[in-house]
T-cell receptor, first 117, second 117 residues
Framework: GEDVEQSLFLSVREGDSSVINCTYTDSSSTYLYWYKQEPGAGLQLLTYIFSNMDMKQDQRLTVLLNKKDKHLSLRIADTQTGDSAIYFCFPTLRSIENTGANSKLTFGKGITLSVRP | DTEVTQTPKHLVMGMTNKKSLKCEQHMGHRAMYWYKQKAKKPPELMFVYSYEKLSINESVPSRFSPECPNSSLLNLHLHALQPEDSALYLC????????????????FGPGTRLTVL
């Protein structure tokens, strides 16, 4: 199945920018999502990018995609304490096959973002 | 409305009990998913239903039995669970095509926190 790597922890000061990175292995990934999970909660869809785009901006969020290096990043501008959470990248395909462990619906390991005042 | 609801919010059960988790969405989505999430880990896919038919089973033990009685509801029946099955169980839904297997943007519920004693 897909192998998706993220670093585990990031600490930033309130008001600074945060950059969260993700690398993936399946070059056929078509939709690449970012989800946020606050403690004890479900996953909240933050944003996504199609594989035919290099960049997408959505208010404080900027997603960058480098397809050649299979690298995805999420930049959060003016980071707030409410941004403290775990962030997961989630590259997917439009079409998935029922091949057991190769279903290609694999989340990144997640990065914990801690915002200090 | 992008709401997926899950009940119960918390569940404690013994290893000989039979219980069910419920998930509901009214977004007209025809694909629904069950994920299992252990503490400090990413969600792991268990099952995918597309048009009320099971399309993916990620080699999940038979003590977990999914059911999709209609297009809005998804159940997960639990029987003879083990303590290591304690986790957050997340339900998600997405659009689905008329034919074939594919995944679109998934919207997650808040999860059921399951503890097996």
């Amino acid at each position: 199945g897909e192998d998706v790597e993220q670093s585990l922890f990031l600490s930033v000061r309130e008001g600074d920018s945060s950059v969260i990175n993700c690398t993936y292995t399946d070059s056929s990934s078509t939709y690449l999502y970012w989800y946020k999970q606050e403690p004890g909660a479900g996953l909240q869809l933050l944003t996504y990018i199609f594989s035919n785009m290099d960049m997408k901006q959505d208010q404080r969020l900027t997603v960058l995609l480098n397809k050649k290096d299979k690298h995805l990043s999420l930049r959060i501008a003016d980071t707030q304490t409410g941004d403290s959470a775990i962030y997961f990248c989630f590259p997917t395909l439009r079409s998935i096959e029922n091949t057991g462990a190769n279903s290609k619906l694999t989340f990144g390991k997640g990065i914990t973002l801690s915002v200090r005042p | 409305d992008t709401e997926v609801t899950q009940t119960p919010k918390h569940l404690v059960m013994g290893m000989t009990n039979k219980k069910s988790l419920k998930c509901e969405q009214h977004m007209g989505h025809r694909a629904m998913y069950w994920y299992k999430q252990k503490a400090k880990k990413p969600p792991e896919l268990m099952f995918v239903y597309s048009y009320e038919k099971l399309s993916i089973n990620e080699s999940v033990p038979s003590r977990f039995s999914p059911e999709c009685p209609n297009s809005s509801l998804l159940n997960l029946h639990l029987h003879a669970l083990q303590p290591e099955d304690s986790a957050l169980y997340l339900c998600a839904s997405s659009q689905a095509p008329l034919a074939g297997k594919y995944t679109d943007t998934q919207y997650f519920g808040p999860g059921t926190r399951l503890t097996v004693l």
